[in-house]
Protein backbone atom coordinates (compact mmCIF):
# COMPACT_ATOMS: atom_id res chain seq x y z
CA UNK A 1 0.00 0.00 0.00
CA UNK A 2 1.33 3.30 -0.78
CA UNK A 3 1.25 6.41 1.34
CA UNK A 4 -0.88 8.36 -0.73
CA UNK A 5 -3.56 5.53 0.43
CA UNK A 6 -2.64 5.51 4.30
CA UNK A 7 -3.52 9.03 4.65
CA UNK A 8 -6.91 9.31 3.73
CA UNK A 9 -7.33 6.40 6.77
CA UNK A 10 -4.62 8.44 8.80
CA UNK A 11 -6.98 11.05 8.44
CA UNK A 12 -10.24 9.64 9.32
CA UNK A 13 -9.27 8.18 12.28
CA UNK A 14 -8.27 11.54 13.56
CA UNK A 15 -11.15 12.81 13.05
CA UNK A 16 -13.25 10.52 14.64
CA UNK A 17 -10.85 10.98 17.57
CA UNK A 18 -11.37 14.80 17.37
CA UNK A 19 -15.25 14.33 17.37
CA UNK A 20 -15.01 11.75 20.17
CA UNK A 21 -14.00 14.02 22.79
CA UNK A 22 -16.47 17.14 21.80
CA UNK A 23 -19.77 14.66 21.84
CA UNK A 24 -19.12 14.00 25.35
CA UNK A 25 -18.64 17.44 26.06
CA UNK A 26 -21.77 18.23 24.55
CA UNK A 27 -23.58 15.98 26.43
CA UNK A 28 -22.03 16.72 29.66
CA UNK A 29 -23.37 20.66 29.27
CA UNK A 30 -26.95 19.08 28.62
CA UNK A 31 -26.92 17.59 32.41
CA UNK A 32 -25.35 20.52 33.36
CA UNK A 33 -27.98 22.35 31.79
CA UNK A 34 -30.82 20.28 33.02
CA UNK A 35 -29.44 19.95 36.66
CA UNK A 36 -29.14 23.76 37.27
CA UNK A 37 -33.02 23.54 35.43
CA UNK A 38 -34.36 21.08 38.21
CA UNK A 39 -32.53 23.51 40.95
CA UNK A 40 -34.00 26.67 39.66
CA UNK A 41 -37.30 24.85 39.78
CA UNK A 42 -36.67 24.00 42.85
CA UNK A 43 -36.21 26.74 44.14
CA UNK A 44 -39.15 28.87 42.58
CA UNK A 45 -41.28 25.62 44.16
CA UNK A 46 -39.70 26.26 47.73
CA UNK A 47 -40.51 30.23 46.91
CA UNK A 48 -43.95 29.57 45.84
CA UNK A 49 -44.64 27.30 48.90
CA UNK A 50 -43.39 30.22 51.75
CA UNK A 51 -44.65 33.18 49.61
CA UNK A 52 -48.58 31.06 50.19
CA UNK A 53 -47.49 30.60 53.89
CA UNK A 54 -46.38 34.26 53.89
CA UNK A 55 -50.05 35.54 52.36
CA UNK A 56 -51.89 32.54 54.66
CA UNK A 57 -50.01 34.56 57.42
CA UNK A 58 -50.80 37.91 56.27
CA UNK A 59 -54.43 36.99 55.63
CA UNK A 60 -55.05 35.26 59.25
CA UNK A 61 -53.33 39.25 60.70
CA UNK A 62 -55.88 41.22 58.85
CA UNK A 63 -58.50 39.14 60.04
CA UNK A 64 -58.02 39.18 63.61
CA UNK A 65 -56.75 42.89 62.91
CA UNK A 66 -60.33 43.04 60.79
CA UNK A 67 -61.85 41.67 64.14
CA UNK A 68 -60.03 43.73 66.85
CA UNK A 69 -60.77 47.21 64.69
CA UNK A 70 -64.65 45.21 64.64
CA UNK A 71 -65.06 44.89 68.31
CA UNK A 72 -63.33 48.36 69.21
CA UNK A 73 -65.66 50.43 67.17
CA UNK A 74 -68.30 48.27 68.90
CA UNK A 75 -66.91 49.38 72.40
CA UNK A 76 -67.13 53.09 70.73
CA UNK A 77 -70.78 52.82 70.32
CA UNK A 78 -71.17 51.45 73.47
CA UNK A 79 -69.53 54.06 75.18
CA UNK A 80 -70.75 56.83 72.97
CA UNK A 81 -74.64 55.55 73.94
CA UNK A 82 -74.05 55.16 77.72
CA UNK A 83 -72.11 58.51 77.88
CA UNK A 84 -75.28 60.10 75.53
CA UNK A 85 -77.30 58.35 78.31
CA UNK A 86 -75.67 59.50 81.72
CA UNK A 87 -75.98 63.33 79.97
CA UNK A 88 -79.53 62.76 79.39
CA UNK A 89 -80.15 61.56 82.69
CA UNK A 90 -78.43 64.06 84.15
CA UNK A 91 -80.25 66.86 82.02
CA UNK A 92 -83.66 65.63 83.19
CA UNK A 93 -82.48 65.36 86.87
CA UNK A 94 -80.05 67.62 87.34
CA UNK A 95 -83.33 69.63 89.52
CA UNK A 96 -83.94 67.09 91.97
CA UNK A 97 -82.18 67.97 95.07
CA UNK A 98 -83.07 71.63 94.04
CA UNK A 99 -87.08 70.19 93.63
CA UNK A 100 -86.62 68.41 96.62
CA UNK A 101 -86.19 71.42 98.75
CA UNK A 102 -88.89 73.71 97.03
CA UNK A 103 -91.39 70.81 98.22
CA UNK A 104 -91.35 71.77 101.20
CA UNK A 105 -92.04 75.28 100.91
CA UNK A 106 -95.15 73.43 99.03
CA UNK A 107 -95.72 71.74 102.19
CA UNK A 108 -95.71 74.55 104.50
CA UNK A 109 -98.35 76.88 102.27
CA UNK A 110 -100.77 73.86 102.06
CA UNK A 111 -100.56 73.50 105.81
CA UNK A 112 -101.02 76.80 106.46
CA UNK A 113 -104.27 77.09 104.25
CA UNK A 114 -105.81 74.02 106.60
CA UNK A 115 -104.93 75.90 109.51
CA UNK A 116 -106.12 79.18 108.18
CA UNK A 117 -110.09 78.53 109.21
CA UNK A 118 -112.60 81.59 109.61
CA UNK A 119 -114.39 83.78 107.76
CA UNK A 120 -112.20 86.75 108.83
CA UNK A 121 -111.29 89.10 105.88
CA UNK A 122 -107.34 88.69 106.74
CA UNK A 123 -108.10 84.87 106.84
CA UNK A 124 -109.79 84.92 103.35
CA UNK A 125 -106.92 87.24 101.83
CA UNK A 126 -104.27 84.62 103.59
CA UNK A 127 -105.94 81.52 101.81
CA UNK A 128 -105.89 83.59 98.70
CA UNK A 129 -102.56 84.91 98.86
CA UNK A 130 -101.35 81.22 99.70
CA UNK A 131 -103.40 79.38 97.56
CA UNK A 132 -102.22 81.71 94.05
CA UNK A 133 -97.66 81.08 95.23
CA UNK A 134 -99.21 76.92 95.15
CA UNK A 135 -100.50 77.84 91.70
CA UNK A 136 -97.39 79.72 90.78
CA UNK A 137 -95.31 76.70 91.88
CA UNK A 138 -97.16 74.08 89.90
CA UNK A 139 -96.70 76.40 86.84
CA UNK A 140 -93.12 76.45 87.11
CA UNK A 141 -92.89 72.86 87.84
CA UNK A 142 -95.04 71.91 85.21
CA UNK A 143 -92.30 73.80 82.57
CA UNK A 144 -89.83 71.06 83.97
CA UNK A 145 -91.81 68.37 84.40
CA UNK A 146 -92.23 68.07 88.02
CA UNK A 147 -95.52 66.45 89.02
CA UNK A 148 -97.88 66.06 91.81
CA UNK A 149 -99.12 62.81 93.23
CA UNK A 150 -102.59 63.18 94.89
CA UNK A 151 -103.79 59.36 94.63
CA UNK A 152 -107.27 60.39 97.09
CA UNK A 153 -108.89 56.98 95.56
CA UNK A 154 -106.79 55.69 93.87
CA UNK A 155 -105.23 51.64 94.27
CA UNK A 156 -102.39 51.70 96.40
CA UNK A 157 -99.19 51.50 94.24
CA UNK A 158 -96.12 50.99 96.62
CA UNK A 159 -94.26 52.28 93.60
CA UNK A 160 -95.27 55.58 94.21
CA UNK A 161 -97.40 55.80 97.24
CA UNK A 162 -96.40 55.12 101.38
CA UNK A 163 -98.76 53.53 103.33
CA UNK A 164 -98.79 55.38 106.91
CA UNK A 165 -101.70 53.18 108.09
CA UNK A 166 -104.84 51.43 106.97
CA UNK A 167 -108.34 52.13 108.11
CA UNK A 168 -111.05 50.02 107.74
CA UNK A 169 -114.00 51.09 105.22
CA UNK A 170 -117.23 49.90 103.77
CA UNK A 171 -117.45 52.38 101.47
CA UNK A 172 -113.97 52.33 99.77
CA UNK A 173 -112.58 49.17 98.24
CA UNK A 174 -109.61 47.33 100.14
CA UNK A 175 -106.08 48.30 99.12
CA UNK A 176 -107.67 51.84 97.85
CA UNK A 177 -106.02 54.98 99.51
CA UNK A 178 -108.17 56.94 101.19
CA UNK A 179 -106.81 60.21 102.59
CA UNK A 180 -103.21 61.71 101.80
CA UNK A 181 -101.60 62.99 104.65
CA UNK A 182 -98.71 64.51 102.40
CA UNK A 183 -98.92 64.77 98.33
CA UNK A 184 -95.85 62.67 96.37
CA UNK A 185 -93.97 64.24 93.51
CA UNK A 186 -92.17 62.77 90.44
CA UNK A 187 -89.76 64.49 88.11
CA UNK A 188 -89.18 63.25 84.45
CA UNK A 189 -90.99 60.04 85.57
CA UNK A 190 -88.81 59.35 87.91
CA UNK A 191 -90.33 59.64 91.84
CA UNK A 192 -88.24 62.40 94.11
CA UNK A 193 -90.83 61.75 96.78
CA UNK A 194 -93.71 59.10 97.69
CA UNK A 195 -97.20 60.23 98.50
CA UNK A 196 -98.05 58.94 102.01
CA UNK A 197 -101.39 57.68 102.16
CA UNK A 198 -104.00 55.94 104.29
CA UNK A 199 -104.70 52.49 102.56
CA UNK A 200 -108.54 51.36 103.39
CA UNK A 201 -108.81 47.74 104.40
CA UNK A 202 -112.02 45.58 105.05
CA UNK A 203 -114.23 46.69 107.42
CA UNK A 204 -115.02 43.88 110.89
CA UNK A 205 -117.53 42.13 110.31
CA UNK A 206 -120.24 42.89 112.90
CA UNK A 207 -121.16 39.88 115.53
CA UNK A 208 -123.70 37.78 114.80
CA UNK A 209 -126.82 38.24 117.28
CA UNK A 210 -127.83 34.60 117.17
CA UNK A 211 -124.77 33.04 117.29
CA UNK A 212 -124.51 35.04 120.84
CA UNK A 213 -127.58 33.63 122.00
CA UNK A 214 -126.98 30.37 121.27
CA UNK A 215 -123.61 30.68 123.20
CA UNK A 216 -125.37 32.31 125.96
CA UNK A 217 -127.94 29.15 125.49
Given at each position: MSNEQEAPENQLDQDVQEEGPETTGDIAEENDTEAEAEQVAAKEEVSIESLQKQLAAAEKKAEENWDKAVR??????????????????????????????????????????????????????????????????????????????????????????????????????????????????????????????VVAKAADKPADDSVKIDEQA
Open positions: TQAEMENLKRRTQKDLDSAHKFALEKFAKELLTVIDSLELGIQAATGDSPEVHKLREGSELTIKQFESVFAKFNIEAVDPIGQPFNPELHQAMTMQPSNEAEPNTVLNVFQKGYVLNGRLIRPAMV
